[in-house]
């Protein structure tokens, strides 16, 4: 497997009961594009914090599946747009993890630009029955809902009017990518910018290209890709 990269998504997690983005009950219906952003932070500091908070509740006690187990005992490299913690609880190897998304149990300040400056977040001290008040000073937001430039947290999570950065490891991901012979992507819908690089890259190289997914995205039904209709725990058992 050393010459292996293991892309997942949140068809991984469907297993473990978490909200996938896409299909039924999926999170697109609650409109992440534009709740999920920088400039709501901004200016709507206290609903993105709130709807946060229910990412962190859906996720907590959520547990690795065999998927997220057979995956950290193979000790591949792997690169998660997840941001719900299943690879860290499953014991994956920091050294060949990466959260290319963040994590929903870290936060850092605004101005961070070091992951040594990434701190948990500590969501569930928040009592829910003041949880505007709890959540502002969580994450050190004045009283009216302002945030100071200095000393205001936010989440350690990718928005989608934000670009790949250090904060998430991107040059490492990047260099996994280029040395592999074969990249694998797991239950992800190659609707954001670094599954579709990495597709196209690979393509170009001519590496190996496996997709599975129980309903793969059209998009990877393309020569030189190899489609697997299966779900994540069925092709782990399988083939790791």
């Known amino acids: 497997m050393q010459n292996t990269v293991v892309i997942t998504g949140a068809g991984i997690s469907v297993e473990s009961g978490i909200q996938p983005f896409r299909g ?4 697109w ?5 534009e709740m999920a952003t920088y400039r709501n932070f901004r200016t709507n500091t206290s609903v993105f914090l709130q709807w946060y908070y229910h990412r962190f509740v859906s996720c907590k006690d959520a547990l690795p599946n065999k998927a997220h187990e057979i995956l950290a005992v193979s ?3 792997l690169i998660t747009q997840n941001i719900d913690n299943l690879h860290h609880k499953a014991a994956h ?3 060949k993890l990466i959260e290319i998304h963040g994590n929903i149990n870290f936060k850092r300040t605004i101005q961070a630009i070091d992951r040594s400056e990434l ?3 500590e969501w569930n001290t928040v009592d829910e029955s003041h949880l505007e008040r709890e ?5 050190r937001i004045r009283k009216d809902g302002s945030i100071d430039e200095q000393n205001s947290m936010r989440p350690h999570i990718l928005l989608f009017d934000e670009y790949y950065t250090e904060l998430y490891q991107y040059s490492k991901a990047q260099q996994w990518l280029e040395e592999a012979s074969t990249i694998i ?3 992800t819908s190659n609707s954001v910018g670094f599954t579709y690089g990495a597709l196209q890259e690979a393509l170009f190289a001519k590496k190996r290209i496996m997709v ?10 393309q020569p030189g890709v190899e489609i697997i209709q299966s779900t994540a725990t069925e092709f782990c058992k399988m083939y790791f």
Request: charged letters at 15%.
């Open 24 to 27: 039924k009950n999926g999170l």
């Open 29 to 33: 219906n609650e409109n992440p594009t």
């Open 75 to 77: 000790n591949v490299k």
């Open 93 to 95: 190897a920091t050294d």
């Open 119 to 121: 701190v948990l977040a």
């Open 135 to 139: 959540l502002f000073d969580l994450f």
């Open 185 to 187: 992507f797991i239950g």
């Open 212 to 221: 599975v997914d129980p309903n793969p995205a059209p998009s990877f039904f």
